[in-house]
């Protein structure tokens, strides 16, 4: 295979109400799709979704990163390159620095395009359990949002806190879906550790499943998990294989969450899985980043999760929004992320719609 051409296009698709968590609220979600094309004609996708809420690259940044590496040798010398277990570019040529979200845009297209050609195609993928995920507002807005997914077949509830009136909200939930729903909460590393203690010791009754990322610090976090019974999951605190070993070592979170913008790629989120019992949730990616998400979800059923019972990952946020780029996607139906049946990936790009949503 030999590459004819790439390119990177910035878009943003908006969503349907407000995206409210205590980083801020979104009313739009700005991406970098990469496409890269053969000289056979062969197309691979890969997506990078810029974390700058959290203090991560910025669009323009990822964006001018991807275009040098579209302009210059080195994408080529990659590209050939067979030993897709490589973590990062610069294994193979340290000129070229990238940030995560575009080493995740890098990888994802190189491993959609192998794997479109011959023996390499996978057999369609099973559907992924997904949690519904609940944007932050007023306790009775999130329950009635709650049972909208509960009737769409969801059994598990990811509510996003932080934002205040924390313990209403999971309250009404609970009430609202009863005992056997299985929920979560994330409060974005927005809680102070005596904050976070009050919050989940008075959260304890309502039988959480977990909470990801209470407060911003390791050490704050393994003081907290020794003062709580709801287990602590990692997000803004584990961004490589590294600081998954330290999160075990120091006993701060039991779990992880993988975005694979924010690791810089599924070979990088599978060695996170390997370490902690793992989840895949969506950056609020577009249906490239989606599919991605599912292959590695996939990928991490072989690893072991508390009481052995079936993840629900968090990959169900193309419902948030209002429309999208692909002819062709992953679709949501009875609670479960179903991958298209195409090669690669499978997704199939809606040109109008790109040209449309392009920044």
Not at 182 to 197: E, F, G, Q, Y
Not at 267 to 284: D, T
Not at 303 to 311: A, K, L, M, Q, V
Request: proline residues 7%; hydrophobic residues 45%.
């Amino acid at each position: 295979m030999r590459l004819r051409s790439v390119e990177v296009i910035p878009y943003a698709l908006p969503f349907r109400e407000p995206y409210v968590t205590a980083r801020g609220a979104l009313t739009q979600r700005e991406m970098v799709l990469l496409r890269l094309r053969t000289e056979d004609g062969m197309v691979g996708l890969g997506e990078a979704v810029p974390l700058s809420l959290r203090g991560g690259a910025t669009l323009a940044h990822v964006v001018g990163e991807l275009e040098e590496l579209a302009g210059g040798d080195i994408l080529p010398l990659f590209f050939e390159h067979t030993a897709l277990e490589v973590v990062s570019i610069e294994e193979i040529d340290p000129r070229l620095q990238l940030s995560p979200p575009s080493r995740c845009a890098l990888f994802t297209a190189i491993e959609d395009l192998h794997s479109r050609y011959g023996e390499d195609r996978p057999v369609r993928q099973a559907p992924i359990p997904c949690n519904a995920t609940l944007a932050a507002g007023r306790p009775e807005a999130v329950a009635d949002a709650a049972l909208r997914w509960a009737a769409d077949g969801y059994e598990s509830f990811k509510l996003k806190l932080g934002t205040g009136a924390d313990v209403a909200q999971v309250r009404a939930v609970r009430e609202a879906l009863g005992p056997r729903a299985k929920i979560r909460v994330d409060a974005n590393a927005a809680w102070s550790l005596r904050r976070a203690t009050d919050v989940l010791v008075e959260l304890e009754p309502l039988q959480v499943e977990f909470a990801e990322q209470p407060v911003a610090g390791m050490e704050e976090a393994a003081e907290l998990s020794r003062a709580t019974s709801i287990p602590l999951a990692g997000d803004e605190s584990i961004v490589t294989p590294e600081d998954a070993e330290r999160a075990d070592a120091t006993g701060a979170f039991g779990l992880a969450g993988i975005k694979i913008s924010k690791v810089g790629g599924s070979y990088a989120g599978m060695l996170i899985g390997e370490v902690l019992p793992s989840y895949v949730s969506s950056a609020l990616d577009g249906p490239v980043g989606i599919a991605a998400g599912a292959r590695l979800a996939a990928d991490v059923r072989e690893f072991i999760w508390p009481g052995n019972s079936e993840r629900a990952h968090g990959l169900a946020t193309q419902r948030l929004f209002a429309s999208t780029i692909a002819a062709v996607e992953c679709e949501l139906r009875d609670g479960m992320l179903h991958p298209p049946p195409g090669p690669g990936l499978g997704v199939e790009i809606d040109e109008d719609a790109l040209r449309a949503h392009r920044l």
